[in-house]
């Protein structure tokens, strides 16, 4: 069993910047971000394997970096805008894939990020 802590999340004036932090109970291949906005379908952000590859956002303003020694990812997000409110999930794999759902797949309880004046 793998448990997900995030932290991070909350209420940010647009073009600010904000840093998650995911850690995970054990040590796991990949790490990453998911975020749900209202009434939208979950997303992914991006992921990181344990040996440095993965899949990213194409914008620059998503920064995604794992310190392995702590099990730990982070998602830092620059330039925010109102439509990145969303709340954003940490995920994690045990099977050697980059993204995976199902078997071999942990999630966070997910933290809110709300971009607002």
């Known amino acids: 069993q793998v448990e997900l802590v995030e932290s991070g999340g909350g209420l940010v004036q647009p073009g600010g910047s904000l840093r998650l932090s995911c850690a995970a109970s054990v040590s796991v291949y990949s790490m990453g971000w998911y975020r749900q906005a209202p009434g939208q379908q979950r997303e992914l952000v991006g992921a990181?394997?344990?040996?440095?590859s993965g899949t990213a956002s194409t914008e620059g303003r998503f920064i995604i970096a794992r310190d392995n020694a702590k099990n730990t990812v982070y998602l830092q997000i620059d330039r925010l805008r109102p439509e990145d409110t969303a709340v954003y999930y940490c995920?994690?794999?045990?099977?050697?894939?980059?993204?995976?759902?199902?078997?071999?797949?942990?999630w966070g309880q997910g933290t809110q990020v709300t971009v607002a004046s």
């Open positions: 990181v394997t344990s040996d440095g």
């Open positions: 995920s994690a794999c045990i099977v050697r894939a980059v993204v995976c759902v199902g078997t071999g797949s942990y």
